[in-house]
């Protein structure tokens, strides 16, 4: 089935620099991916919806200044969480959605620490 | 807009008991369905869906019916194993968008 990868599986990081999650499609290609994000014991919340070779179309409430998403290609997509803040630590998760299904395929999720 | 309401967990159950998960939606237009489980210290996965009214899904014996009446979609095992225990979440996506609505979440303890 459907595999989606997420580089890396944890990393912390000292306040005010900057991260960069890796998002990847192994045997699809997806031009859409989705970034979410996990507080502890809530729900996913939606982050942003980032389509391959465009801007990425950011949920209210997300600051785009400091989440940055860049798809470049239909297998690749990265968050960078720019200027970090102990605020920011939390369980960040990406998905794309097959082009053959109607079915969204989620990585294992990326764990971020700010120190 | 739309939304996902499911029961609060935890829920803890004996193995072989029967489970029920509650789940109600809100969304205009006729949504899709889905149940997702996320095993400890892994990512989503895809339970069940389903995508039109009175449709099941079904899937390592956990069903769901899609009842567009009372606006639910309830998940049910007849007989859970310690197996299941997970974090199991509710969610719909609509008609025209590829975004999906989570629920909170239901923590599930199967006790052996």
Redesign the interface.
Known sequence: GAVVSQHPSWVICKSGTSVKIECRSLDFQAT?M?WYRQFP????M?MA?SNEGSKATYEQGVEKDKFLINHASLTLSTLTVTSAHPEDSSFY?C?A?SPFT????????TRLTVL | GDSVTQMEGPVTLSEEAFLTINCTYTATGYPSLFWYVQYPGEGLQLLLKATKADDKGSNKGFEATYRKETTSFHLEKGSVQVSDSAVYFCALSGLYEDKIIFGKGTRLHILP
């Open positions: 859409t989705f014991k809530q729900s996913l939606l919806t998760i998905s959605g109607d079915t969204q395929y989620f990585g294992p999720g």
